[in-house]
């Protein structure tokens, strides 16, 4: 085959030639280990990304802390071999279980990790649980495997057997280490709290916005409204808009039961299947929830805008509203495009004029539609993306694919929700408060040249264009993104585009926010489902209570707020803020996890269909095809691509390549595939490529 070029790896049916690697190594670099479903292995740092040698990822998993050595492969790519592991990712997995008398064998659904574990012969877990063999279960690791050793697991709980419905799922949150189950504690003092207002209205910042036209405006099958909008036009051509979020911080005191579930959770869980919520169901659709034609208290943020969406002033404070309209984004869109509408959610006769909901409507699109110029304008970067969700049924079976966009309804709530939080971060970094912002860190050079190249590369950019992405420029990321909109190269340029960024994390103190371009930020808006918002609530209302009643007032409600002692909330908060950031992680993972699961069920009952789509992406593993009708994506394995010879993967162009017949395989070509597999347990769908039309970039 000859020596290979630093981007280039060859595979037939899978399988890969690498290069011999050097003896030479450098010291030590520290990263995330990544391993795909196929066994190919990279660590991501700071100083770069590097693909794992053959052998070299030793015993690390996925997701794992890992100290690495880097040397010279042939062809001169720097490789790593693992030298260490810092900290372990992978506490529990789902697996199946099975016996090799004496011991007990789990073997890891999760294709990423490669080892089968024991369960010791003094481990009475299986028996407990009632495990048979051909079960799966979720296993906790207990000792994990070295290069002399196995590893070794005990046995949570029995998941069930291979053909039960929701046994996808079930892996998922086995996978992730998800409870369905509410602490007792909790749940009990969630059922002990009422609403009163007019205790409420007591505290002299509070007030009584009960006469605003107020409304919440979510997605069809939302249970739970933590947000809602009031707006209206001013003489001189402006804006005056209010944002009311709900107010968990009043019934949530620092330190109770609910505070201590809701902190160890950190965020929700939105499954495909449930939602793993972070407050009891009495609070979160309930008490705090923001239903229409009800009393509710909220912390109100008041924002006055000139003509061309400039804020002139905002100011915040807690509140009790009373929303008098409930909208779903697709009745808001219709309205929007001049349809007369039926409002599903309201009770007869109790939804509002038609002119004053269409006038609402209007005047926060055009508010919104502004908000976007100016961000924009100074550099705020918007990525494309698409959300891919399985439809089911009362039983949780799949009955459709459903792929949502922003729409206009969606970016009236979104860019008033921006703006909220942008105020309110602003307030708290005036007043030099800690709190729970939200922090993203500019991208590296070295990973913005990376995907400029590629970029480059395929015809999605021009090669001019390199340089200011590559300095980070937000200005000319934003400018490829926008230059890619309805073309086939508009998954691949939002996605490597996005994969240079670094991740956004909650952190003490504000360090701006990179992309979207912003001084200081903070989320405040979903206090119901995550919890830096209600850090940031708590220490807002604390910053209030000082300005406006004095240390002495002020002092009253720390407790509540804050707590005292060594537990103080301002004690703690890098804490919270690494595991708020952690749990959004896994939160964020689980839940497209499940939608894999489901949509893989929804195409078992498909096998043999074929489907139009356009190639999205291309790895060593082979050829992913998005699907025209849903955009939903499956893969093409490179041991299916036809034919009997090698596929050579080019990393660079994004490029697989037929090394007899010379066929290339390119982004943006259009493809018929059909329906060749569906695992629902491990959300996997496979195409086989039936034909391949010319590139259309």
């Given at each position: 085959?000859?020596?290979?070029s630093?981007a280039?790896?060859s595979?037939?049916r899978?399988?890969s030639?690498?290069?011999r ?6 010291p ?5 280990l990544r ?7 990279r ?14 990822q ?21 490789r ?7 900290e ?23 294709s990423?990790?490669?080892?089968d ?5 003094g481990?009475?877990?299986?028996k ?15 000792e994990?495997?070295?290069r ?12 069930g057997?291979?053909d ?41 910042l509070?007030?009584?916005?009960r006469?605003?036209?107020v409304?919440?405006i ?12 009031s ?37 929700s ?17 309930d008490?705090?929830s923001?239903n ?9 943020v ?10 002139r002033?905002?100011?915040?404070y807690p ?35 038609d002119?004053?909901?269409a ?14 110029a ?10 494309n ?6 439809v ?13 966009s922003?729409?206009?309804a ?15 971060a ?14 993203h ?26 340089p ?5 420029s ?6 490829a ?9 508009e998954?691949?340029?939002n996605?490597l585009?996005?994969r ?8 003490p ?8 371009g ?19 609530h ?16 002020a ?13 103080r ?16 992680r ?10 894999k699961?489901?949509i ?8 043999g ?20 009708e ?9 041991r299916s691509?036809?034919?009997?010879e ?47 039309v010319?590139?259309?970039?």
């Amino acid at each position: 085959m000859g020596r290979k070029s630093h981007a280039r790896g060859s595979h037939r049916r899978g399988r890969s030639n690498h290069g011999r690697a050097s003896r030479s190594q450098r010291p030590t670099l520290v990263g995330t280990l990544r391993v795909t479903g196929s066994g190919v292995a990279r660590v991501e740092t700071p100083e770069g990304t590097f693909r794992i040698s053959k052998h070299g990822q030793r015993e690390a998993m996925n997701g794992d802390t890992v100290g690495i050595a880097l040397h010279r492969a042939r062809g001169g790519e720097e490789r790593a071999v693992v030298v260490t592991v810092v900290e372990r990712a992978v506490k529990q997995f789902a697996g199946v279980f099975h016996w090799a008398d004496p011991l007990g064998v789990v073997t890891p659904l999760d294709s990423r990790i490669r080892q089968d574990f024991f369960v010791l012969p003094g481990d009475v877990t299986p028996k407990i649980h009632g495990v048979r063999p051909g079960d799966v279960v979720a296993a906790r690791i207990e000792e994990y495997p070295s290069r002399a050793e196995a590893g070794v697991v005990t046995i949570e709980r029995r998941i069930g057997t291979e053909d039960a419905l929701d046994l996808g799922i079930e892996c998922v949150m086995a996978s992730y280490d998800l409870v369905e189950a509410y602490p007792e504690p909790a749940l009990e003092e969630a059922e002990d709290l009422v609403l009163n207002v007019e205790a409420a209205l007591a505290d002299p910042l509070r007030r009584d916005l009960r006469d605003r036209f107020v409304a919440t405006i979510d997605p069809f099958d939302a249970r739970d409204f933590d947000d809602a909008i009031s707006l209206e036009r001013t003489a001189d051509g402006g804006y005056r808009l209010g944002v009311h979020i709900a107010d968990v911080s009043h019934y949530v005191a620092w330190g109770s039961s609910i505070d201590l579930a809701a902190r160890d959770r950190a965020t929700s869980v939105y499954l495909a299947d449930r939602v793993l919520p972070m407050l009891p169901e009495r609070l979160s659709c309930d008490l705090c929830s923001l239903n229409p034609l009800e009393d509710r208290l909220a912390m109100t943020v008041d924002m006055e805008l000139d003509a061309r969406g400039e804020v002139r002033s905002f100011e915040a404070y807690p509140s009790v509203i009373r929303s008098r309209l409930r909208l779903d984004y697709g009745e808001a869109d219709r309205i929007l495009a001049g349809e007369k509408v039926a409002l599903a959610h309201m009770p007869e006769g109790t939804a509002p004029d038609d002119e004053v909901v269409a006038e609402l409507l209007a005047c926060a699109n055009e508010l919104a539609e502004k908000r976007v110029a100016r961000r924009h304008a100074r550099g705020a970067i918007d990525f494309n993306t698409v959300e891919v969700r399985a439809v089911l049924d009362a039983d949780g079976r799949p009955t459709g694919i459903a792929a949502r966009s922003r729409t206009a309804a969606t970016g009236l709530i979104e860019e008033a929700m921006l703006l909220a939080n942008e105020c309110v971060a602003e307030k708290l970094v005036g007043a030099r408060v800690d709190a729970a912002f939200r922090v993203h860190e500019p991208p590296t050079p070295e990973s913005l040249a990376a995907a400029a190249e590629t970029l480059a590369e395929v015809g999605a950019i021009e090669r001019a264009q390199i340089p200011a992405i590559q300095g980070g420029s937000r200005h000319a990321i934003e400018e490829a993104v926008e230059q890619s909109a309805g073309s086939p190269l508009e998954p691949l340029v939002n996605a490597l585009l996005l994969r240079s960024m670094q991740r956004a994390l909650y952190k003490p103190q504000n360090e701006g926010h990179y992309a979207l371009g912003a001084a200081a930020y903070c989320h405040f808006t979903s206090p119901i489902r995550r919890y830096p918002d209600l850090i940031v609530h708590r220490a807002l209302k604390l910053e209030l209570a000082r300005e406006r009643l004095g240390r002495a007032g002020a002092k009253e409600r720390e407790e509540h707020l804050v707590g005292r002692g060594a537990e103080r909330m301002p004690q703690i908060l890098p804490q919270l803020c690494r595991h708020s950031s952690d749990q959004e992680r896994r939160a964020d993972a689980a839940a497209h996890a499940s939608q894999k699961v489901k949509i893989a069920q929804y195409y078992q009952d498909r096998i043999g269909e074929r489907c139009a789509g356009t190639v999205c992406w291309l790895s060593e593993l082979g050829v992913f095809v998005r699907l025209d009708e849903n955009c939903v994506e499956g893969l093409v394995p490179v041991r299916s691509l036809g034919g009997n010879e090698y596929w050579e993967f080019d990393a660079q162009r994004l490029r697989m390549t037929g090394t007899s017949s010379g066929r290339c395989i390119d982004l943006g070509q259009r493809a018929i595939v059909e329906v060749a597999a569906a695992d629902p347990v491990r959300g996997h769908l496979d195409f086989k490529l039936v034909h391949l039309v010319g590139t259309l970039h």
